[in-house]
């Protein structure tokens, strides 16, 4: 047995154990994470922004080595009344994601936020994602926004999965803090926001203004297309008006979470003051 904090780890050898088969479905399965109403977490960063969020794991993995040599803050954050698991390291090792695991792992219960509560604060910058497919770089524009101090971020139908493992992990824990809220009408939502006085813009490969004529100061809501296809015809044809980032080589377009940072931080510096 080992003792952290009240938290007493249990050793296991078996791959059968119920818990490491539910880790497994909930780090593979976007249904199963919605309809069991949980999340995989793999890693002392995530771990952190989930328990810095207010979210309470159920279940503990972790090695011997960690217990021994991780980080005591973390060890002793975690709530004595979950389940811990003490895994040798082969067995985490196929418990994680990652190539070379951090030896630390959970399951949290957690409820994606609904879009009437993302939509009940004053908005100002908003971020909404048609159909992107790498969950790279959906992690990393969540991260960015979150930084930048974006009010809300929206994905539409056909988007990857926020809460997959390496959105997580590309998120760097910023999805515990920018949440991200699935819009299941897209439209809607955007004529929702343009009746607030929100100016939607498109971002565009090549149409529309240069990003430096636009004026960000204005309550604004940016739409950021799939990495292959852009942004969908009906979307376009919502929005208030266009906009493009210049580039002056041949290349095809800029990765989609470059594209994001920039629009952002162009935002973020216009409002911020000399």
């Not at 007493?8 to 109403?37: C, D, M, P, V």
């Not at 810095?52 to 080595?65: D, I, M, N, S, Y």
């Amino acid at each position: 047995m080992g003792m952290r904090s009240g938290l007493r780890f249990q050793e296991i050898h078996s791959s059968s154990n119920f818990h490491i088969k539910e880790y497994r479905r909930l780090a593979s399965s976007r249904k199963q994470r919605r309809h069991a109403g949980r999340l995989a977490l793999e890693g002392p960063l995530l771990l952190e922004e989930a328990l810095a969020a207010g979210l309470h794991p159920e279940v503990v993995f972790a090695t011997r080595r960690y217990l021994d040599e991780g980080g005591p803050g973390l060890l002793a954050a975690l709530p004595g009344k979950c389940r811990g698991y003490l895994l040798p390291p082969a067995l985490f090792a196929r418990l994680a994601d990652t190539e070379t695991p951090q030896e630390i792992a959970a399951i949290f219960p957690f409820r994606e936020l609904e879009q009437a509560g993302s939509l009940a604060g004053e908005l100002s910058l908003v971020i909404f994602l048609d159909r992107l497919q790498d969950p790279g770089n959906l992690g990393t524009i969540i991260r960015t926004a979150a930084a930048a101090g974006v009010d809300a971020i929206f994905y539409g139908p056909g988007s990857v999965d926020p809460y997959s493992p390496k959105a997580l992990r590309s998120s760097a824990g910023a999805v515990f803090r920018l949440p991200p809220v699935e819009a299941a009408a897209p439209l809607q939502l955007l004529r929702e926001l343009q009746d607030r006085k929100m100016a939607v813009l498109a971002a565009r490969p090549r149409e529309g203004r240069n990003f430096w004529e636009i004026d960000f100061r204005k309550k604004t809501a940016l739409l950021i297309g799939s990495e292959s296809r852009g942004l969908s015809p009906e979307l376009i044809a919502v929005a208030d008006r266009q906009v493009h980032i210049p580039q002056f080589s041949a290349v095809d377009s800029l990765n989609a979470a470059v594209a994001a940072a920039v629009l952002i931080y162009e935002a973020r510096r216009q409002r911020t003051p000399l």
